[in-house]
């Protein structure tokens, strides 16, 4: 059997406080409303910030936890885009920060 590794999604999302603080508040609720062991199966790591918008990558199969975390979390974040490619979501942030 070959060993795969697991599709990301990469994200582009909005918070009002600093990236780190974005992601760790995302992680714990996250946790809070899944478990552990699914919070850590959805592999949520920081990728970059373009100007006030933060990409986050995470596990395809656990896509829809993180989005339903997303919209629960306090302070509030917003999804902008879902991309399987950097490259193609980097240039889409672009555009939003554009118009």
Known sequence: MLNRRDKRRYLAIISNSQPEMALNALTKRNSEL???VAAQKASIKLVRTVGAVTIIRCSLSRIDD????????????????????????AKRVEGFSAN
């Open 34 to 36: 899944f478990g552990h």
């Open 66 to 89: 993180i989005l339903a975390s997303i919209a629960l979390t306090d302070p509030a974040m917003v999804t902008l885009d879902i991309s399987g490619s950097i490259k193609r979501l």
